[in-house]
């Protein structure tokens, strides 16, 4: 298709977005620092100025080009759904009396204050980042405000560098948008599509005006069967909003992209649209007829996503590089360029002196992946010649990886084998429900979901630990002592079931891959999961092996400690592939049933010991659930089998716990009842238990714990609040099946904040209670 904007063209070296904490999280400190006090408004512009400048220097460093609009400028104070609602005026009426700055204004609206719950968050698509989530109705009055993105603009300039704004496309914002209170029954935002259009065309305007060349608009709903659309309704209106935003004169180029997923049959027919550019996954998906889109692109780039954004292995360069040249022999001239954002990457691989060599040289962080997009660019220029040393390098690095030692364990492929239907089974419901009446649970439980804050004491006493400054007998007496001071806070709290508060865990993920063979950890690969909060996912790069239990000693002295039951806490096999960047050399079921049985072991020996209550969390199943209609059943086969295969040599006697959160449950509450947990608890205080409605309407019949407390906002829940969310569950759900609990664990939250919260939620509970039994 002929382009109707005229500009430089884009470089054949590109990619979607680049992580934008900061190497060492210098986005995260400086935002809490803000939050704190400890930094003015105008010192945290200056800061981020420098962060941008720096990001974008590090880029242009890696081989992208300066010019053409090649950097891509992605970056966020908090998040990029967030940033788009700024930007198009989409502010909901809740917060029309919030005072001050704009900038007070984003972070109430990310994370709330004492009068204003915050806007709710869920995942952004199948990965560990949460957004959050616009509120529509059909008096949203949208007014468009580029500030954000044209400051980039115009401080890249200074730079001598041509930035590309990256913004949540029309189509995908409105299809993650939810109706907000006012709207009225059955309103869809997107029936708001062509108001929208109108914000983004004046968008358009003003970042040319800023001196953008070019803009990316993100639309990874192309790529989604899980939004309430079919695939074909989506692509109706991307054409329709891509029309008219291209039909607007006074403007950047457009790239289009379409990350995350295959856009399949779709994409000639997106490739005929007035747009500059058109980038697609070609990780996850690819060109089913090339020279068919190379006949409907004309002089339309395609952007080609050949490295992978999500994961952190080697390419196999020379794979790709006969893809990008099969795709020139058809008539596509192929911009080399990453399947997604990157954001979901560690920064360097090489800063982690740590890890092996041998392991080391089998990865690829975000620096890496843009050197591999630059390394393929060239082969395109130059040809295969100029880049046949980097193609055979990793090819043996591919074959090393291979034949390492580790990687293919015969014990375990004989033990995963070795599992029949049996192994999966247990007790029935009826037979659980009386065993467990030994535990002496109170109707409308209270609990919560496992960790308690991690103060700076616990960071302290751990990073000692690790420097050798203190030996292991000091450092588990002073866990110990956390650990009591935890229990009998919760026992002078008046919680019903408690926990032992995770002192010795640095995160969910992490602890059990330290503790399990087949794992590494990083040190510096921090990675966003939303706000200012990043994980450090493992590195799961062999078989499996539990070779000692992991957490019996800890559970055991907490139960000692107190005659209230102590809940064993084990994140569960779904959860620990999510949160870790896992071997791609085998299908994934097959890794989940291989940590599935390292877990199976520690309930085991956790029922032994006299845990009677094992929380096995999942808080990443619905995460996982694959984009395409097409794979749900067989995902939640493989992934509920493994939970019930961790899972199904617990005695009846021993309540088994699972907690999901932050997801669209309502299209996997078959799964949720499949995992044949007896208590499940689930996110539900910032939807207003929005999950409960699906849930009854199931006909769930165990125990089910809708969040009553929203841990990721600094706010605390007044008793009133709290009580009226219990009476929301009360209404679908039986008192006998219900609990009460926080959103998750508590982690991340300080211990003013935390108590004061518990405490209310005890006497919100108790309050319900009362009434019930006049």
Same mark, same amino acid.
Request: proline share 5%; aromatic share 6%.
């Given at each position: 298709?002929?382009?109707?904007?005229?500009?430089?063209?884009?470089?054949?070296?590109?990619?979607?977005?680049?992580?934008?904490?900061?190497?060492?999280?210098?986005?995260?400190?400086?935002?809490?620092?803000?939050?704190?006090?400890?930094?003015?408004?105008?010192?945290?512009?200056?800061?981020?100025?420098?962060?941008?400048?720096?990001?974008?220097? !590090?880029? /242009?460093?890696?081989?992208?080009?300066?010019?053409?609009?090649?950097?891509?400028?992605?970056?966020?104070?908090?998040?990029?759904?967030?940033?788009?609602?700024?930007?198009?005026?989409?502010?909901?009426?809740?917060?029309?009396?919030?005072?001050?700055?704009? $900038?007070?204004?984003?972070?109430?609206?990310?994370?709330?204050?004492?009068?204003?719950?915050?806007?709710?968050?869920?995942?952004?698509?199948?990965?560990?980042?949460?957004?959050?989530?616009?509120?529509?109705? &059909?008096?949203?009055?949208?007014?468009?405000?580029?500030?954000?993105?044209?400051?980039?603009?115009?401080?890249?300039?200074?730079?001598?560098?041509?930035?590309?704004? /990256?913004?949540?496309?029309?189509?995908?914002?409105?299809?993650?948008?939810?109706?907000?209170?006012?709207?009225?029954?059955?309103?869809?935002?997107?029936?708001?599509?062509?108001?929208?259009?109108?914000?983004?065309?004046?968008?358009?305007?003003?970042?040319?005006?800023?001196?953008?060349?070019?803009?990316?608009?993100?639309?990874?709903?192309?790529?989604?069967?899980?939004?309430?659309?079919?695939?074909?309704?989506?692509?109706?209106?991307?054409?329709?909003?891509?029309? &008219?935003?291209?039909?607007?004169?006074?403007?950047?180029?457009?790239?289009?992209?379409?990350?995350?997923?295959?856009?399949?049959?779709?994409?000639?027919?997106?490739?005929?649209?007035?747009?500059?550019? $058109?980038?697609?996954?070609?990780?996850?998906?690819?060109?089913?007829?090339?020279?068919?889109?190379?006949?409907?692109?004309?002089?339309?780039?395609?952007?080609?996503?050949?490295?992978?954004?999500?994961?952190?292995?080697?390419?196999?360069?020379?794979?790709?590089?006969?893809?990008?040249?099969?795709?020139? &022999?058809?008539?596509?001239?192929?911009?080399?360029?990453?399947?997604?954002?990157?954001?979901?990457?560690?920064?360097?691989?090489?800063?982690?002196?740590?890890?092996?060599?041998?392991?080391?040289?089998?990865?690829?962080?975000?620096?890496?992946?843009?050197?591999?997009?630059?390394?393929?660019?060239?082969?395109?220029?130059?040809?295969?010649?100029?880049?046949?040393?980097?193609?055979?390098?990793?090819?043996?690095?591919?074959?090393?990886?291979?034949?390492?030692?580790?990687?293919?364990?015969?014990?375990?492929?004989?033990?995963?084998?070795?599992?029949?239907?049996?192994?999966?089974?247990?007790?029935?419901?009826?037979?659980?429900?009386?065993?467990?009446?030994?535990?002496?649970?109170?109707? $409308?439980?209270?609990?919560?979901?496992?960790?308690?804050?991690?103060?700076?004491?616990?960071?302290?006493?751990?990073?000692?630990?690790?420097?050798?400054?203190?030996?292991?007998?000091?450092?588990?007496?002073?866990?110990?002592?956390?650990?009591?001071?935890?229990?009998?806070?919760?026992?002078?709290?008046?919680?019903?079931?408690?926990?032992?508060?995770?002192?010795?865990?640095?995160?969910?993920?992490?602890?059990?891959?330290?503790?399990?063979?087949?794992?590494?950890?990083?040190?510096?690969?921090?990675?966003?999961?939303?706000?200012?909060?990043?994980?450090?996912?493992?590195?799961?790069?062999?078989?499996?092996?539990?070779?000692?239990?992991?957490?019996?000693?800890?559970?055991?002295?907490?139960?000692?400690?107190?005659?209230?039951?102590?809940?064993?806490?084990?994140?569960?096999?779904?959860?620990?592939?999510?949160?870790?960047?896992?071997?791609?050399?085998?299908?994934?079921?097959?890794?989940?049933?291989?940590?599935?049985?390292?877990? !199976?072991?520690?309930?085991?020996?956790?029922?032994?010991?006299?845990?009677?209550?094992?929380?096995?969390?999942?808080?990443?199943?619905?995460? $996982?659930?694959?984009?395409?209609?097409?794979?749900?059943?067989?995902?939640?086969?493989?992934?509920?089998?493994?939970?019930?295969?961790?899972?199904?040599?617990?005695?009846? %006697? /021993?309540?088994?716990?699972?907690?999901?959160?932050?997801?669209?449950?309502?299209?996997?509450?078959?799964?949720?009842?499949?995992?044949?947990?007896?208590?499940?608890?689930?996110?539900?205080?910032?939807?207003?238990?929005?999950?409960?409605?699906?849930?009854?309407?199931?006909?769930?019949?165990?125990?089910?714990?809708?969040?009553?407390?929203?841990?990721?906002?600094?706010?605390?829940?007044?008793?009133?609040?709290?009580?009226?969310?219990?009476?929301?569950?009360?209404? !679908?759900?039986?008192?006998?099946?219900?609990?009460?609990?926080?959103?998750?664990?508590?982690?991340?939250? %300080?211990?003013?904040?935390?108590?004061?919260?518990?405490?209310?939620?005890?006497?919100?509970?108790?309050?319900?209670?009362?009434?019930?039994? /006049?």
């Amino acid at each position: 298709m002929t382009t109707t904007t005229t500009t430089h063209p884009l470089p054949n070296a590109t990619i979607q977005g680049f992580p934008r904490i900061g190497p060492d999280r210098e986005l995260k400190r400086a935002v809490e620092r803000f939050w704190k006090g400890g930094l003015s408004e105008a010192e945290l512009i200056d800061e981020v100025r420098e962060q941008r400048a720096a990001t974008r220097a !590090r880029l /242009v460093g890696l081989g992208l080009q300066a010019s053409g609009g090649a950097v891509p400028e992605s970056f966020s104070l908090y998040d990029q759904v967030l940033d788009a609602t700024v930007a198009v005026g989409a502010i909901p009426a809740r917060f029309g009396d919030v005072e001050g700055s704009a $900038l007070h204004r984003y972070f109430v609206l990310a994370r709330g204050d004492a009068q204003h719950q915050p806007l709710e968050m869920t995942k952004w698509f199948d990965t560990n980042y949460h957004f959050s989530v616009p509120e529509i109705d &059909e008096q949203t009055a949208f007014e468009a405000n580029a500030d954000w993105y044209a400051d980039g603009v115009r401080e890249a300039k200074q730079q001598g560098i041509e930035a590309r704004p /990256v913004i949540v496309g029309p189509v995908t914002y409105l299809l993650l948008a939810k109706a907000s209170e006012q709207a009225a029954p059955g309103f869809n935002p997107v029936t708001r599509l062509a108001d929208l259009v109108g914000a983004y065309a004046t968008l358009l305007r003003e970042l040319k005006a800023a001196g953008a060349t070019w803009v990316q608009l993100d639309e990874p709903a192309l790529v989604s069967d899980s939004l309430g659309l079919d695939r074909g309704e989506i692509v109706a209106l991307v054409e329709a909003a891509y029309r &008219e935003l291209a039909a607007e004169a006074d403007r950047p180029a457009i790239v289009l992209s379409a990350p995350y997923g295959d856009v399949g049959e779709h994409l000639t027919r997106l490739a005929i649209l007035p747009v500059e550019a $058109l980038h697609a996954d070609l990780v996850r998906g690819a060109v089913p007829e090339p020279a068919a889109l190379a006949e409907a692109l004309g002089e339309t780039q395609f952007v080609a996503g050949v490295i992978d954004g999500r994961n952190i292995w080697r390419t196999n360069l020379r794979e790709r590089f006969a893809e990008l040249e099969a795709l020139r &022999e058809a008539g596509v001239v192929p911009v080399v360029s990453t399947s997604n954002n990157l954001q979901h990457l560690p920064y360097d691989v090489r800063r982690e002196t740590k890890l092996s060599d041998q392991l080391r040289s089998w990865l690829a962080f975000a620096d890496q992946k843009v050197e591999q997009v630059v390394t393929l660019a060239r082969g395109l220029t130059e040809g295969a010649g100029a880049i046949e040393t980097e193609l055979a390098d990793v090819e043996a690095v591919l074959r090393d990886r291979d034949q390492a030692p580790g990687v293919h364990l015969p014990e375990t492929r004989d033990r995963v084998a070795s599992v029949t239907a049996e192994s999966r089974q247990r007790a029935s419901e009826k037979e659980r429900r009386e065993a467990q009446r030994a535990l002496s649970i109170p109707q $409308l439980a209270t609990t919560t979901i496992g960790s308690f804050p991690q103060t700076s004491e616990i960071r302290v006493a751990r990073a000692a630990f690790n420097r050798g400054e203190i030996d292991e007998s000091a450092y588990n007496a002073f866990l110990r002592e956390e650990i009591e001071r935890v229990i009998r806070l919760q026992e002078e709290i008046g919680l019903d079931v408690l926990v032992h508060g995770e002192a010795e865990r640095n995160d969910m993920v992490q602890y059990f891959a330290e503790h399990l063979e087949g794992f590494a950890v990083t040190e510096h690969g921090w990675v966003q999961s939303y706000g200012s909060r990043a994980t450090r996912p493992s590195i799961l790069w062999g078989d499996v092996v539990r070779s000692a239990p992991i957490t019996v000693g800890w559970s055991s002295y907490a139960q000692s400690l107190t005659e209230k039951p102590v809940k064993g806490m084990l994140t569960g096999p779904v959860t620990i592939l999510a949160w870790s960047f896992v071997r791609d050399d085998q299908p994934l079921g097959q890794t989940a049933e291989q940590v599935a049985l390292a877990l !199976r072991d520690e309930i085991r020996d956790l029922g032994e010991v006299g845990i009677g209550i094992v929380q096995v969390d999942e808080p990443a199943l619905r995460e $996982l659930l694959p984009l395409e209609a097409s794979r749900h059943e067989a995902y939640l086969q493989w992934s509920v089998g493994s939970f019930r295969l961790a899972t199904g040599g617990a005695p009846a %006697g /021993v309540q088994i716990h699972t907690h999901l959160c932050y997801s669209e449950f309502n299209e996997i509450v078959g799964a949720i009842d499949g995992l044949d947990a007896d208590v499940t608890s689930i996110e539900a205080a910032r939807s207003r238990m929005d999950v409960v409605q699906p849930i009854g309407d199931h006909g769930y019949s165990r125990g089910i714990g809708p969040g009553v407390y929203d841990i990721h906002s600094p706010r605390v829940p007044g008793v009133d609040e709290i009580r009226d969310l219990i009476e929301i569950a009360r209404e !679908r759900i039986d008192a006998e099946l219900l609990w009460v609990n926080p959103d998750c664990g508590l982690k991340t939250r %300080g211990y003013d904040e935390t108590v004061e919260s518990l405490k209310n939620l005890v006497a919100a509970t108790k309050a319900v209670r009362d009434r019930e039994q /006049v």
